[in-house]
């Protein structure tokens, strides 16, 4: 038990202190998920779901704390540039840009119900705020850029119940971009 805490008093006092690698400049000791999705520019919940699915080849955390898993860098730095020269980022996945875009067109369609009916738009409301997860999860790609400003725009944390006209305005403001975020990947990158 001794040497644990010798160990663990040796860990976090010099946790944040950068190691200088003559190749690649600054580097890090340890890793968490914050700073691996840091290091390949990616969101905490990619990262995240990669490790949880043991996906993309991530190596197993060398520690588990309270505060979640631990990577030494000479563990997970090679991964981590693996990754980055194979640009190995899937692409947000088709199926997630459709199902978003579909159930954002079913909030508006509820939201221009006169009178509202409660319960449809209750589901319609909750059907989107499902995804969010999976939106915020998404790789920064341009379709997942897209989703991501799409649902920032509605502003779904606010309480429908005490403004139903606010969200109803930013619902039909959004709509001009589900034509952009829904258009097949060959006309979206033709744009760009």
Known sequence: MRDDK??????????????????DGVRRRYYGIAEIAD????????????????????PEPDAELASGPLWLGATVEPWIDRVRAKDEVEPTPRDLVLRTCRRVLRLAVALLD?????????????E????????????????????????????LDADPGADLDGLRRRVL??????????EPDE???GRA
């Open 128 to 155: 989107v705020r499902e995804l969010l997860p999976a939106v915020e999860a998404a790789p920064p790609d341009a379709a997942g850029t897209a989703l991501r400003a799409l649902v920032k725009s509605l502003d």
């Open 6 to 23: 010798r160990v663990f008093s040796q860990t976090t006092s010099a946790h944040y202190t950068p190691v200088v690698d003559n190749e």
């Open 173 to 182: 403001a959004a709509l001009p971009a589900i034509a952009g975020v829904a």
């Open 114 to 126: 006169d009178p509202a009916r409660t319960r449809v738009l209750s589901q319609a409301l909750h």
């Open 187 to 189: 006309r979206r990158a």
């Open 39 to 58: 290091s390949l520019g990616l969101g905490r919940q990619l990262v995240t779901v990669w490790r949880k699915r043991r996906s993309h080849g991530m």
